[in-house]
């Protein structure tokens, strides 16, 4: 099993433009979760799905994140237009169905917004 | 919300020594699991272990659900076990999916 996938694995951007953040889940998982960690928050829950359904996205900051999947095996998070204080580590993951509840990260997208 | 506490927050040790890291956490859980995040930031899963007792080589974890808190013991401490652990907990809520994290443990090994 190849894990959780993100991509891409460091992006540099300028204050105002668009960035989209790609993950591919444990391949048969039906949970994705979009997670950021900064020094000040740690780790945060930005938003996450069940079968491709966005079930609880009360974690995203404000209108300019948004998240999508499109399929089983795909997710996006994007933010437009980016901003400095959005510079953080990116972090996908996913689980299994079911009452194992034990969730897998992928590597993360560290992310500088200049 | 769950509150999740982790001590120490810091530890510097000799290499070949061994360690035990607290995790307490304030309500019944579905889910708690150990991270080991390494110096390139990379989140490695340890142990999932909302209950009972874990070993896998020099790392074990307990977790002690009635009481609210989990251990996790590194044996023999080598400078690849440098890094941030981490404890994050799954409170026990119907459809609750929010995994929550302690703000870690910052283990630094000496050779």
């Known amino acids: 099993d190849a894990g959780v996938i993100q991509s891409p694995r460091h992006e540099v951007t300028e204050m105002g433009q668009e960035v989209t953040l790609r993950c591919k889940p444990i391949?048969?998982?039906?949970?994705l979760f979009w997670y950021r960690q900064t020094m000040m928050r740690g780790l945060e829950l930005l938003i996450y799905?069940?079968?491709?359904?966005?079930?609880?996205d009360s974690g995203m900051p404000e209108d300019r994140f948004s998240a999508k999947m499109p399929n089983a095996s795909f997710s996006t998070l994007k933010i437009q237009p980016s901003e400095p204080r959005d510079s953080a580590v990116y972090f996908c993951?996913?689980?299994?169905?079911?009452?194992?509840?034990?969730?897998?990260f992928g590597p993360g997208t560290r992310l500088t917004v200049t | 919300g769950i509150q999740v506490e982790q001590s120490p927050p810091d530890l510097i040790l000799q290499e070949g020594a061994n360690s035990t890291l607290r995790c307490n956490f304030s309500?019944?859980?579905?889910?708690l699991q150990w991270f080991h995040q390494n110096p390139w930031g990379q989140l490695i899963n340890l142990f999932y272990?909302?209950?009972g007792t874990k070993q896998n080589g020099r790392l074990s974890a307990t977790t002690v659900a009635t009481e609210r808190y989990s251990l996790l013991y590194i044996s023999s401490s080598q400078t690849t076990d440098s890094g941030v652990y981490f404890c994050a907990v799954l409170r026990a809520n119907f459809g609750n999916e929010k995994l929550t994290f302690g703000t870690g443990t910052r283990l630094t090994i000496i050779p």
């Open positions: 272990i909302p209950s």
């Open positions: 993951a996913s689980r299994a169905g079911g009452r194992t509840y034990e969730q897998y």
């Open positions: 391949s048969g998982h039906d949970y």
């Open positions: 309500d019944s859980v579905n889910n």
């Open positions: 799905f069940n079968n491709n359904v966005p079930i609880d």
